[in-house]
T-cell receptor, first 113, second 116 residues
Framework: AQSVTQLDSQVPVFEEAPVELRCNYSSSVSVYLFWYVQYPNQGLQLLLKYLSGSTLVESINGFEAEFNKSQTSFHLRKPSVHISDTAEYFCAVSSNTGNQFYFGTGTSLTVIP | NAGVTQTPKFRVLKTGQSMTLLCAQDMNHEYMYWYRQDPGMGLRLIHYSVGEGTTAKGEVPDGYNVSRLKKQNFLLGLESAAPSQTSVYFC???????????????FGNGTRLTVT
């Protein structure tokens, strides 16, 4: 089984400041990597995904994540956060050899005005 | 599009009672999953299905049963509820499953269950 580690359970950041949410995974096989966002009282929504190719993946709302195979990491970044980015963020991994998605424990991002 | 719909949204049970959570998807997805979300533990897989008529155990299957009689529906049952099953339950679906390169999960909005 694979495992996903999100190193920070809570990240407070001031509005318009940059943020990085960290994610590390353990796998020796080809993986697919995802970031999901969960707003209060809602289900998870796909934020971005890495499948193959360029190691830098971007989403439509300014977030980006970089796949680093040597460090088995897939950190999420945004250069300038907004109040509306306040949410729970989950990193997830799957592979071409299994039937399951594996989730990290989540990082609660709070943007402070 | 409705996507993934879960019913009910909230439920309170007494210890020992039973109930069924319903998940319906209208995207013709083959794969469906039930997760529970608890504070500090992220999402844990309870059961999943790789197609109509199939089910398989996930990480935390004890105390739960599932059925996938129709492709669009995935039911999660609690035969004898326990306080440890107090949680938020999420259903999700995907077209090709976890082993496909382009098949992320689509989630419902969750069911908040309290067992007293």
């Amino acid at each position: 089984a694979q495992s996903v580690t999100q190193l920070d359970s809570q990240v407070p950041v001031f509005e318009e400041a940059p943020v990085e949410l960290r994610c590390n995974y353990s796998s020796s096989v080809s993986v697919y990597l995802f970031w999901y966002v969960q707003y209060p009282n809602q289900g998870l929504q796909l934020l971005l995904k890495y499948l193959s190719g360029s190691t830098l993946v971007e989403s439509i709302n300014g977030f980006e994540a970089e796949f680093n195979k040597s460090q088995t990491s897939f950190h999420l970044r945004k250069p300038s956060v907004h109040i509306s980015d306040t949410a729970e963020y989950f990193c997830a991994v799957s592979s071409n050899t299994g039937n399951q998605f594996y989730f990290g424990t989540g990082t609660s991002l709070t943007v402070i005005p | 599009n409705a996507g993934v719909t879960q019913t009910p949204k909230f439920r309170v049970l007494k210890t020992g009672q039973s109930m069924t959570l319903l998940c319906a998807q209208d995207m013709n997805h083959e794969y469906m999953y039930w997760y529970r979300q608890d504070p500090g533990m992220g999402l844990r897989l309870i059961h999943y299905s790789v197609g109509e008529g199939t089910t398989a155990k996930g990480e935390v299957p004890d105390g739960y049963n599932v059925s996938r009689l129709k492709k669009q529906n995935f039911l999660l049952g609690l035969e004898s509820a326990a306080p440890s099953q107090t949680s938020v339950y999420f259903c999700a679906s995907s077209y090709y499953g976890a082993s496909s390169y382009n098949s992320p999960l689509h989630f419902g909005n969750g069911t908040r269950l309290t067992v007293t």
